[in-house]
């Protein structure tokens, strides 16, 4: 074995082993101390010494030049193969630790896309003093949560998730919930509604066993609510909306749920304030040393959203 990962009394090191590449490259001791900026005796040192560790001759001189033995072409071959590989993972390394204190690699779901959302990210890269450069992805709280530990994203704007030692969770913003009625509904001619005034209609909302489960669930027992509790997102709450004027969604104030020609939005006056929340998640093995992503964390969590452009935000917003 060598490289660092030797037998017991083996002293071959990665030092040798580019030595020999570089050698078995150029074909002369001096060629190849002048590349690798070391003396010619250093270089020879260094190659008696990879001999003696593998008890055999892999180099024959012959004037100004050098000729691989048997061992040798084998060997140059073996160590050409590894420290290729070697060089190619370090590379790859380097490249992606660039990359990560270059750019910003954030997944976020599509419900989260609100007002609030660009004026935190336009502010930060202005804090930053640098030319904005994040690369978004969007998706479920599921599907970037597993972006997330794939390394695809660095940090995800979505959901709470249940608890993992892998992952760390920070609460960001709250919405307030929303009654999507159908234009031809009566409903729809008010300023806002009452949970007395819906429940004579079928209520549908997200189904329990998503990312908004938990506050539905909350709502649904708060108000003793019955309906359809199956819907993954607003527009499949709204387009069913759409289609039937009998049916009112409860929604997140998303601006997906604004998107429907056929469906009001409008607020319930009895509703808790506070119904969905936000959450940034990272991984818990951060870089050690300061990094992008570091100071997005820091200060995407202590944000002061009080002067955030919505009027929805919640009044419990930054870091617990």
Request: aromatic fraction near 10%; proline fraction near 5%.
């Amino acid at each position: 074995m060598w490289a660092g990962v030797s037998s017991e009394g083996s002293a071959m090191n990665l030092s040798q082993l580019y030595y020999f590449r570089t050698l078995t490259q150029v074909k002369s001791y001096k060629k190849a101390a002048a590349a690798l900026f070391i003396s010619e005796p250093t270089l020879s040192v260094a190659i008696k010494k990879l001999e003696q560790e593998l008890g055999t001759e892999l180099l024959e001189r012959k004037r100004h030049t050098i000729t691989l033995t048997a061992d040798g072409e084998e060997f140059a071959e073996c160590v050409e193969l590894s420290l290729s590989n070697l060089d190619a993972h370090i590379e790859s390394i380097k490249r992606r630790s660039r990359q990560r204190n270059d750019v910003l690699r954030i997944g976020i779901v599509f419900s989260a896309q609100q007002r609030i959302w660009s004026p935190l990210v336009n502010q930060f890269w202005i804090e930053q003093g640098l030319d904005p450069n994040s690369v978004i992805r969007q998706g479920t709280t599921g599907q970037l949560i597993r972006g997330l530990k794939h390394g695809e994203v660095d940090v995800v704007i979505a959901g709470t998730y249940p608890d993992e030692p892998e992952l760390i969770q920070y609460p960001m913003w709250y919405t307030n919930v929303l009654a999507a009625i159908n234009v031809d509904n009566p409903l729809a001619q008010k300023e806002a509604v009452t949970f007395d005034d819906i429940r004579k209609y079928r209520i549908i909302s997200y189904t329990l066993n998503g990312p908004v489960g938990d506050d539905t669930k909350q709502l649904i027992d708060q108000f003793h609510l019955e309906g359809d509790f199956s819907y993954p997102n607003e527009p499949s709450l709204c387009s069913n909306v759409a289609a039937r004027p009998d049916t009112i969604a409860l929604v997140c104030d998303s601006w997906l749920a604004f998107s429907f020609d056929r469906v009001r939005i409008i607020p319930i006056s009895d509703a808790p304030r506070v119904y969905h929340r936000f959450w940034l998640t990272h991984l818990a093995a951060l870089p050690k040393s300061d990094s992008l992503l570091r100071r997005f964390i820091n200060f995407a969590t202590t944000y002061d959203f009080s002067n955030s452009p919505c009027d929805f935000v919640g009044p419990e917003m930054n870091r617990m």
